[in-house]
T-cell receptor, first 116, second 114 residues
Framework: QQQVKQSPQSLIVQKGGISIINCAYE??????FPWYQQFPGKGPALLIA?????SEKKEGRFTISFNKSAKQFSLHIMDSQPGDSATYFC???????????????FGQGTILTVHP | NAGVMQNPRHLVRRRGQEARLRCSPM?????VYWYRQLPEEGLKFMVY????????ESGMPKERFSAEFPKEGPSILRIQQVVRGDSAAYFC????????????FGPGTRLLVL
């Protein structure tokens, strides 16, 4: 119930291409879906996030698409750059019972490599 | 405004020793979360604390692990009698009192148990 499944495990894209990473969840109580970017030796950094009341959110080259009925969401990186090479994690959390807290359930991560 | 600070960045312990990991949240943040990242895996929630209170410790192993966030000073994750399986990266995150969704992560402590 608490799992978030992420795919692919690794992804290689040419510079300028589109990177797409997918996640699926089971717990229908989840109502907040962030994506984190992590460089080697660093902590995860929040990239973009969405709530289920919208189907898409775009920030610069990064877009989240959300399908509530399928319980899936994805990250699209347009015009991928070598500097985007990192590990990407999807996550989900819920505002449990009105007590706001942010226990994040993470996907397994996707290692993105963008070739110049 | 300094980010989330963790120390030490690297910690080496022998089996049976104690490990103490410290986390100073961002200024003004009163919520602290600890996550563990095993090699080649995603982050797993361990515990959520507010000042002087443990709110959710559902991800903490039942034995040897404890956490605190005192009124003054950093949050501490304590691992007693470490075993090789405790080797991992431990990340702390903090969020403000309102706006809990946005968690800011520290650089992590890499624990190696020999």
């Amino acid at each position: 119930q608490q799992q978030v499944k992420q795919s692919p495990q690794s992804l290689i894209v040419q510079k300028g291409g589109i990177s797409i990473i997918n996640c699926a969840y089971e717990n229908t109580a989840f109502d907040y879906f962030p994506w984190y970017q992590q460089f080697p030796g660093k902590g995860p950094a929040l990239l973009i996030a969405i709530r289920p009341d919208v189907s898409e959110k775009k920030e610069g080259r990064f877009t989240i698409s959300f399908n509530k009925s399928a319980k899936q969401f994805s990250l699209h990186i347009m015009d991928s750059q070598p500097g985007d090479s990192a590990t990407y994690f999807c996550a989900a959390s819920s505002d449990a019972g009105g007590t706001s807290y942010g226990k994040l359930t993470f996907g397994q991560g996707t290692i993105l490599t963008v070739h110049p | 405004n300094a980010g989330v600070m963790q120390n030490p960045r690297h910690l080496v312990r022998r089996r049976g020793q104690e490990a103490r990991l410290r986390c100073s949240p961002m200024k003004g943040h009163s919520h602290v979360y600890w996550y563990r990242q095993l090699p080649e895996e995603g982050l797993k929630f361990m515990v959520y604390l507010q000042k002087e209170n443990i709110i959710d410790e559902s991800g903490m192993p039942k034995e040897r692990f404890s956490a605190e966030f005192p009124k003054e000073g950093p949050s501490i994750l304590r691992i007693q009698q470490v075993v090789r399986g405790d080797s991992a990266a431990y990340f702390c995150a903090s969020s403000p009192p309102f706006g809990w969704e946005t968690q800011y992560f520290g650089p992590g402590t890499r624990l190696l148990v020999l």
